[in-house]
């Protein structure tokens, strides 16, 4: 008789965003009338820009040619992206990566559950709490976790570092040693960050003690203040100690479209044995590529073209933000992130929790959030706006909450 992987029976629950679904499919029904605004889930909603059309219609067309169509993509990805992304996204930031270096994917948060699974199933890991749910969900599911323990929302095997209001957001080193750090800065949830001296720290740290640093830079596009690092390997000894996650989605409105990167610097070891080789071993034979197409699209995110587009696309959410960050402020909300990130960070007045805040919002100003609690447990107390909607959107949502 087969046996499943019972470790899928230990995940709590529905995942966050399918209970707000449902929470919000309910209301509709009962309210036929109202009209929702999203602001929950971190999903663009600004069309792919002219570039990358230009290049996914380019790119087509060389499918239908036999002279140049493309079938399987090389195991770390075409190299005219890869190039593009060595160059553009570090070296011209001064960080030493090569393209041989790179592995394009379909995502960040594919490599993000599945990096795990190069490492021993007996490493600990540490994430900040809140945290974005994919790394905790994907160690649950290898069975290095523990037992979770539905009081606290916890699990026995996994080091949490609270990042809260009183720590300015900012994870402390923890006190018990872990194999596996996961970062994430700018953040999600909080729309915080921290600087490069706080991140040399940590590399430091990691070094130190022979931890690897997962560093997820999916929201790297929207950093604009300059002591901010844009990636990891800024930082001075990163390359023997962190791997870096890339999305296109959140830059680049790739969300529908799929494309990402993993960077496994060679310097990376455990003894003999570099984390390149384990990565390109499981890469080349668990992943068949991101399409031809789309990894031409993402070039064309590396143009100048391209890069004056979207740094259009991105004011345009993060005029969002400062639009969600001041009217809250104005309506004497306490509010964080939204200046490097395109989510905001409130805390729930009136000692609401997170989920009551979330009925209250939806029922009052029928706009839709995501709770603090749901990111973890030094979430409760909080909730995130995100900056993803249209503007007129963003512009009524808040108009709707200053009159609460
Ligand atoms: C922190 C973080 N990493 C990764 C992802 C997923 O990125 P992708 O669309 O490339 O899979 C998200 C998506 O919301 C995210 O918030």
């Known amino acids: 008789m087969f046996k499943i992987n019972d470790n899928y029976l230990k995940l709590p629950g529905s995942y966050l965003f399918s209970t707000i679904a449902k929470k919000v499919a309910a209301f509709s029904e009962a309210h036929p009338d109202a009209s929702i605004i999203r602001l929950g889930i971190g999903d663009v909603t600004q069309p792919l820009a002219p570039v990358i059309i230009d290049a996914l219609h380019k790119a087509v067309d060389e499918m239908g040619h036999a002279e140049t169509f493309h079938g399987y993509a090389p195991d770390l990805g075409y190299e005219f992206l890869r190039n593009a992304i060595a160059k553009n996204d570090y070296q011209d930031r001064g960080c030493d990566i090569r393209p041989d270096e790179i592995f394009v994917s379909d995502g960040a948060k594919c490599d993000s559950s599945n990096i795990q699974e190069i490492f021993s199933v007996d490493n600990k890991i540490a994430v900040c709490d809140p945290v974005y749910p994919v790394y905790v969900d994907s160690n649950v599911m290898a069975g290095r976790t523990g037992t979770y323990d539905p009081a606290a929302e916890t699990w026995s095997n996994v080091i949490y570092m609270p990042c809260t209001a009183e720590n300015n957001f900012t994870p402390e080193l923890p006190k018990e040693t872990p194999d596996l750090i996961y970062l994430c800065f700018p953040n999600n949830p909080t729309g915080t960050t921290i600087t490069k001296d706080q991140l040399q720290v940590w590399v430091d740290y990691a070094n130190r003690v022979g931890a690897v640093i997962i560093y997820d830079a999916a929201y790297e596009a929207y950093i604009s203040e300059e002591n901010v690092p844009h990636s990891v390997y800024e930082c001075q000894g990163a390359r023997t100690c962190a791997i870096e996650l890339h999305s296109f989605s959140k830059n680049a409105g790739f969300t529908g479209t799929r494309l990402g990167y993993t960077v496994v610097p060679k310097d990376l070891k455990c003894g003999e044995v570099a984390l390149h080789s384990l990565w390109a071993r499981r890469h080349g034979t668990k992943y ?40 809250l402020k104005e309506s004497g909300y306490t509010v ?32 839709v959030g995501t709770p603090g609690s749901g990111f973890g447990p030094s979430g409760e107390g909080y909730f995130r706006l995100t900056a993803f909607g249209s503007c007129e959107n963003t512009k009524a949502a808040i108009e709707r909450i200053k009159k609460l």
Do not use: C
């Open 288 to 327: 068949n590529g991101a399409p031809y197409i789309i990894q031409r699209a993402g070039e064309a995110v590396y143009s100048e073209e391209g890069k004056k587009q979207l740094k259009k696309q991105v004011a345009y959410y993060m005029n969002n933000a400062r639009i969600i960050y001041e009217g």
């Open 336 to 367: 964080f992130g939204g200046v490097n990130a395109p989510y905001i960070w409130l805390k729930t007045p009136d000692h609401m929790d997170s989920w009551q805040f979330f009925d209250y919002l939806l029922e009052k100003a029928n706009v």
